[in-house]
T-cell receptor
Framework: GQSLEQPSEVTAVEGAIVQINCTYQTSGFYGLSWYQQHDGGAPTFLSYNALDGLEETGRFSSFLSRSDSYGYLLLQELQMKDSASYFCAVEDSSASKIIFGSGTRLSIRP | ETGVTQTPRHLVMGMTNKKSLKCEQHLGHNAMYWYKQSAKKPLELMFVYSLEERVENNSVPSRFSPECPNSSHLFLHLHTLQPEDSALYLC????????????FGQGTRLTVV
């Protein structure tokens, strides 16, 4: 079957670095996306990786390893406003389906 | 504030009611989507419209009926819903072929009583 796995909850300290992992199992693959969603808000697109390697956008970076069916979102210099849920998503090229993970709830402590 | 606007933000309806959710995008995109978000479950893709034609229906019950009159507007018509249909319904838009780089609206919180 097709699935994405990510941790349900992560807690980190303000100013620290946190990594949210995502492993996927799909019959086809175009790329891996990450979204942020604050409570009561809309999911916001953060990044997209189609090729192996690290993509950096400010404090956020996203990594993909196609051979390992694995990616992660790295958040640096954590701020309280980063407390939110983070979703990975994959477009399965063979099934034309977009699959989201269940989301990781990130809590930031002062 | 996003370029995708959904109305209403909250809706309570009885199981025999008919209502419609509206979505409008101002981003010049040519693909639009309806998603369902339930507590503790992944986002579920319901419908995809590409260039105003429906290209995907992920086995959604017929009590949900989408309509896309043009590339900027998307509707979800609701009829004889069940309490388990209570959820956050999210609209999104993107360029064709970039479904995983979508922009989402704030959603409509639907409660079926």
């Amino acid at each position: 079957g097709q699935s994405l796995e990510q941790p349900s909850e992560v807690t980190a300290v303000e100013g620290a670095i946190v990594q949210i992992n995502c492993t996927y199992q799909t019959s086809g693959f175009y790329g891996l996306s990450w979204y942020q969603q604050h409570d009561g808000g809309a999911p916001t697109f953060l990044s997209y990786n189609a090729l192996d390697g690290l993509e950096e956008t400010g404090r956020f970076s996203s990594f993909l390893s196609r051979s390992d069916s694995y990616g992660y979102l790295l958040l640096q210099e954590l701020q309280m406003k980063d407390s939110a849920s983070y979703f990975c998503a994959v477009e399965d090229s063979s099934a034309s389906k977009i699959i989201f993970g269940s989301g990781t709830r990130l809590s930031i402590r002062p | 504030e996003t370029g995708v606007t959904q109305t209403p933000r909250h809706l309570v309806m009885g199981m025999t009611n008919k209502k419609s959710l509206k979505c409008e995008q101002h981003l010049g995109h040519n693909a639009m989507y309806w998603y369902k978000q339930s507590a503790k479950k992944p986002l579920e893709l319901m419908f995809v419209y590409s260039l105003e034609e429906r290209v995907e229906n992920n086995s959604v019950p017929s009590r949900f009926s989408p309509e896309c009159p043009n590339s900027s507007h998307l509707f979800l018509h609701l009829h004889t819903l069940q309490p388990e249909d209570s959820a956050l319904y999210l609209c999104a838009s993107s360029q064709v072929g970039k479904a995983t780089e979508a922009f989402f609206g704030q959603g409509t919180r639907l409660t079926v009583v």
